[in-house]
């Protein structure tokens, strides 16, 4: 029944031409997408397989397997081998967009977070590298490479752990640069952040499970994990990052705590080395995991980057997880995961059920960047581009608004805090700058316990000279005028 119904939600579709703007890939793609995210198509569902669909819209095989090769990619599918492909059982949120599920934190629902934007990039958009530095003619040469051969490797079965000169590649990048011991076995590349966190669920946690949060935190990892039912206590955070102390007030047993110990989410300080240890320790003491988030260390101004929680790890307990999204770019929808060598085969049999990360040659791209020395000479270069692009934001908001906002400092990242001085709403200043297309986020929103005053966070890795930063802060005061 689904099946048919899938044939037929892509044949009714008024706009399958080839006379259509986007290629006919795309429409399939694009089509099926909107489906899931309305309900259409529901978790578990099967679809057509390649062959039956191609005959029933009369098109060719290779264009429905481009289609169903970017859907799995993003997790919206899950092959299942000769079982067929369903769209995945891990779209909880996508069933009824109309109502959002509860927050188990705050008893709220969780509204769909404003600092997600897709599609053409925003300006001040948060988690946006650089685009326009990126050396797009190196990346378009490797890619051509691996399209341009495709042997034996790019056409077989993908493996589920991620392509192996890949997770050699970044196991080799991390023993250098971040001062992580592991085998390339440890490694598991994974369709983004996400992708690692649900991993991890999949492996190590069930539904009902306590774990602390970063209060405030990263807005899309808490809204993750609370639809994939766990049970989150907000843990509060200080200039030395997590509160470890204040997490174990709490009478509940928490079986892992997810961190940013380098640059804490939102807020930008460094989790100080005995509050690492004491973590360390609780979690050695508790049997419990930590979930090591290092999404933007490369990009420290001053001095070397810090060294990771998983550096220091002796007892295993430590899952650390990086991303290509923030050093490369978020089209590429990949991250990685390291896991302690104890638990390499749980997580393999839970990969190889999740289906992995998708295109091969994406894949052997990244690895090819990496071992060649591009990766290295594009991360020396986004230091010290960043740390000129942050300088014109900042000064251009300090000119614009005097003394409206109190910009903290920091040592890296792409991202900046600019706390409001008065008691003005963050949430309706934000709203009044995205009614002009400005993409900012306000604090409060990535807080479970409000406090103190609010915030607006700013994307600058795209504010290219002080004129286009002035040009932002202008605009920004505007829409804050508008209100």
Known sequence: MAIQMAIQMVMQQPDRDRSHQAPIFMQLYQRYRDAINTGKLRPGDRVPSVRSLASELNLARGTVERAYQMLTSEGYFLARGAAGTVISPGLRTLERPAQAAPS?????????????????????????????????????????????????????????????SLRRAIATYLGVSRGIACSHEQVFVTAGYRGALELICRTLLKPGEVGWYEDPGYLFARQFLEYAGMRLLPVPVDEEGLNVAAGQQHKSRARFAVVTPTHQSPLGMAMSLPRRLQL????????????????????????????????????????????????????????????????????????????????????????????????????????????????????????????????????????????????????????????DDLAIAALSQWQVRRSGRGGLLMGFANVTDPAMAGALARRLQVAFQSR
């Not at 341009?148 to 056409?155: A, F, I, N």
């Not at 014109?392 to 040592?411: P, T, W």
């Open 104 to 164: 188990r934190v705050s008893g709220k629902a969780t509204a769909h977070p404003a600092s997600v934007t897709y599609g053409d990039p925003r300006p001040l958009q948060l988690g946006l590298p650089a685009l326009d530095a990126f050396p797009r003619k190196t990346w378009v040469r490797l890619a051509a490479r691996h399209l341009r051969s495709l042997d034996g490797t790019v056409m077989s079965y993908a493996d589920a752990q991620g392509q192996p």
């Open 280 to 435: 360390l320790d609780w979690a050695s003491r508790s049997k419990a995991w930590i979930i090591e988030d290092d999404y933007d260390s490369e990009f420290r101004y001053h001095g070397q980057p810090l060294p990771p929680l998983k550096s220091l790890d002796r007892d295993g307990h430590v899952l650390y997880t990086g991303s290509f999204s923030k050093v490369l770019f978020p089209g590429l929808c990949l991250a990685y995961l390291i896991v302690p060598a104890s638990q390499v085969e749980r997580f393999r049999n839970s990969a190889n059920q999740l289906g992995g990360p998708g295109s091969v040659q994406q894949q052997a791209t990244i690895a090819d960047f990496m071992e060649q020395g591009h990766f290295a000479r594009h991360l020396r270069k986004m230091r010290s581009l960043y740390a000129a692009r942050r300088g014109y934001l900042v000064d251009a908001l300090l000119q614009q608004f005097e003394g409206r906002l109190h910009i903290q400092s920091q040592a890296g990242g792409i991202h900046l805090l600019a706390k409001l001085t008065g008691r003005e709403n963050d949430r309706s200043l934000v709203q009044a700058a995205r009614s």
